[in-house]
């Protein structure tokens, strides 16, 4: 493998041994980029001369025996989204288009002082509101493994050039799988930490503005290995809450595969997948029992999947509806209005359409008033406590990402978008199923590339744990590498 397509932990060995420089590296990224980059537009915000400064600077430091920490001198990029001192921010809304940051947010800075530095920012989609990536300021990011295809969103720009070798490490974020889908589309690592254990400060395009609900920041990477060393770096208190508490995060109990307990959840009525993804989920599965984990393909968690669904809808969209302005929110308040009394009911029971049930979560979450969204998070505190229950159970849950592969781009209004699974149409959102289960209960997940399909596109699965088990999901992922293989780059960019 090419040194590009490397992972972070390894480079860092290589600066370190000075079998190569943090400049010539982040030279050779440069090079790559202006080279490669322009059929897949994936770094969209360039720093070049300010990186290789930087990195003059780290090769400056370890001739002098300094150690600037676990990533010293590794040249890395970070989804738009987050800010850099001196660079626009804008999330891909023209309305922010002059938006500079006037600091680093707090990631950026824990990054450099663990050593790193900033070659550009990556390609989001508006708002970091969608599966693929593309925005009226700096267009449309394709997939390295076929460009007619998506990179996924929202941070599809981060996993396109993970993939394609233009960075050593990436950090994007997720509500609704945007670090997952697009570790999955492109095959690479991403990993949706535990709510809260990473401040989502200077993760923001108004600064002073809570963390968020649902909402998480976290790592993408071309190995395990260099999650758990991005997540270290990322996790932990902001200073404020610094002064009170400290994240302790457990530790994997176990030493190999066949020591777990794992239960495979590969499709389901509510949301189904691709045969073929059904079928990959299936085998990782085959082969851990294989290995002699305790494997099951009937375990589930004691919740109705419909309601479960429903109820991260509503607290998704509220989440969603304060960027709105007036005029939207006046809109979606008219279509709450006209909806009738069965399709106002967060009880699945008593709705028995699937999809009208996900309309009327999706438009009464949008204005959810605090009472009412605080009887959906007691509704979601029962799904909480159902997970608990069953990761005391099972250490992981193998479950799919996406229903598909990369799909082809399809840049039409939402309302007109659907996606074909097993030759049926589905509803276009309808696969945020499988990212928002594990949001909506603040669970860790990590997804790791399992190999390509029969049209050669990647397929990512979830492995899944109870809150706080993060280290246990990433250190399955570095262990199933090692028997199903893990990142290989895409053909026309080894």
Known sequence: MEIYHLSATELA??????????KELTQMYIDRIEKLDGDINSVVVKMFERALQDAEKAD?????????????????TIKESYAIEGQKTTW??????????KSDGLAVRRFREAGAHFMGKTNVPLDLADFQSFNSIYGTTNNPWNLEKIPGGSS?????????????LEAGSDIGGSIRNPAHFC???GHKPTHGIIPQTGHELISNVPDSDLSVCGPLARSAEDLKCALDIMAGPAEREATGWK???PEPSFKSLK?????VWATDEVAPVSNEIEERTTQVGETLAKLGAKVSFDARPNFDTTFAHANYQLLLQSVMAAGMGDEERAKIQKMVEELDESQMTSDAAVLGDKTALFEAASARGAVLSHANWLKANY?????????KEFFEEWDILLCPQMAVTAFEHDQRKFSERTLMVNNQEQPYFQQIFWSGIIVNSYLPSTVFPTGPSSDGLPIGVQAVSGAFQDYKTIEFSRLIAEEIGGYTAPPNYV
């Open 13 to 22: 060995k290589k600066i370190k041994s000075k079998e190569v420089s943090s």
């Open 60 to 76: 400056i430091a370890l001739n002098k025996g300094e150690d600037l920490g676990p990533l010293h001198g590794i040249p890395m």
């Open 92 to 101: 891909g809304n023209e309305a922010f288009k002059e938006n500079t940051a």
């Open 156 to 168: 599809g720009g981060s996993a396109a050039a993970l993939a394609a070798g233009f960075t050593g």
């Open 187 to 189: 095959g690479v690592y």
């Open 247 to 249: 994240l302790q995060l």
């Open 259 to 263: 020591e777990l307990k794992v239960a």
């Open 379 to 387: 509704q979601r505190e029962k799904l909480k406590i159902a997970w």
